[in-house]
């Protein structure tokens, strides 16, 4: 199994990149924001790939960090739910995004990426509740949002992102015991700053 890929991209496509490790190109397809940040000819670029094998297809994805290619593998776990969703869930929102409206069961944040339907978010949401934690948890910032998933299912329900209702929950108070509503209150004032 290839599970990094550390080289020179020769080539960048709309959904993919073409790596040269030491003389073999390697084609990997990556998410928006892999291709943003690193896509650029001539750069030296390190990926964690996952290695897909299909009856008529091998294909190599790449990721920008580990907690990426984890929650990609763990979406990919759900049955259905094949590589080329996985990346398109990743394209359209961050690792953190997901594995929080995951967490909070966000049906609605989930139906918003193309090809996701909503018995697949319920899916989604059944089946991987409890595993995406793992994913979440190693950010401060996803510790914080595990803790007040319940925040942030509240805000995202009344149409707030789940990007903008996390920089909420990480301003509320440390270390103050704050009731659901007070809470609500507290990320309500920050957001409309």
């Known amino acids: 199994m290839i599970a990094s890929l550390e080289g020179i991209i020769d080539a960048v496509s709309k959904d993919g990149l073409i790596v040269n490790v030491n003389g073999i190109g390697f084609k990997v397809t990556v998410t928006t924001s ?22 008529d297809d091998m294909s190599l994805f790449g990721f920008g960090s580990l907690d990426e290619l984890k929650l990609f593998e763990t979406l990919i776990s759900v049955s259905g739910l094949g590589p080329k969703t996985g990346m398109a869930m990743l394209s359209a929102m961050s690792a953190d995004q997901v594995a929080m409206a995951i967490a909070s069961g966000s049906v609605e944040t989930l139906t918003t990426i193309p090809g996701i339907g909503k018995k697949t978010a319920d899916r989604l949401i059944l089946e991987l509740k409890d ?63």
């Open 131 to 193: 595993k995406v934690g793992g994913v979440m948890i190693s950010t401060p910032a996803g510790r914080a949002a595990q803790e007040n998933a319940d925040v942030v299912s509240a805000l995202v329900s009344l149409g707030y992102s789940v990007q903008e209702t996390t920089k909420a929950v990480n301003a509320l108070p440390s270390g103050k015991k704050l009731s659901l509503e007070e809470k609500v209150k507290l990320t309500l004032q920050y957001l409309g700053k």
């Open 34 to 55: 892999v291709l943003s940040e690193m896509g650029i000819t001539g750069r030296e670029v390190k990926l964690y790939t996952h290695f897909h094998v299909r009856e």
